[in-house]
């Protein structure tokens, strides 16, 4: 394998995996809503597996068992602190929209706030593109296949929220064009951070455990605290057992490319 290789599958996978998930985001919106729903449920399964078979596993491989679950357990705090942020700013700006009688002070807000909120999307889908970017690279650096999983699984969790982001643009008064634009450029976000991320990390794999353990620790954060609270809200017999079935196929993709690749 020359030096470039990694670097050329980061780029493949960065650009591959952020136009897939933007245009398999726009395509699913014409689609029902329970449909979001079994993306999501598929993405639990996807994020968990590129955990559990594969980031840990190499975390641990090449670092001490102390150092990277310690880095786990302070990645899962960080997260959580991040989002706390995210969520007091987010009822701030409401807050400021409402009067004393908590009615809206201006137009609707659906197209009142000037599409402030839509920005806040871009601002912050840009930073989580650019830190699945990061990721990506330090698994390809690791291994070929360790990235080949991480990615899919980075695009499995990626088209849901592509979803979301571009709902929300829409409730902030952008045209369906102008969403769609903002979404794809916030894409770019994910190779710049495989850029970045290769040129930081190529010559320190010494530190790759330790960038290994904070990505393990973000996707299983982005799983548990994020999308498998919303599988809760469908607490239907039926639907749970859909839920558990598409998330084994989600964990079994992940085991199948690591079979594959390896094998």
Known sequence: M??????????????AGGVLAILAAAGTLALHARWISKLVSFAVGALLGAVFLELLP??????????????????????????????WRHSHLDAETLGENGQPTGAPH???????????????????????????AAAFLTDFALGTATALAIVAHAIPQQVGDFAVLLHSGYARRRAFAYNLVTGVATLLGGLAGYAALASMQHVLPTVLAIASASLLYVAVADLIPSLHRHPAPAATVQQLLLIAIGIGLIAGVHRWLEG
């Not at 090449?62 to 602190?81: D, K, Y």
């Not at 009142?112 to 840009?126: A, K, Q, T, Y």
């Open 2 to 15: 020359t030096a470039l290789s990694p670097l050329y599958a980061i780029v493949v996978a960065c650009l």
């Open 110 to 136: 659906a197209h009142g706030d000037g599409g402030r909120s839509g920005l806040m999307i871009v601002i912050g889908n840009s930073v989580h593109n650019f830190c699945d970017g990061i990721v990506i």
């Open 58 to 87: 190499h975390a641990l491989e090449h670092g001490s068992t102390g150092s990277v679950m310690a880095t786990v357990l302070g990645g899962l705090l960080l997260f959580f602190l991040l989002e706390k942020l995210v969520l």
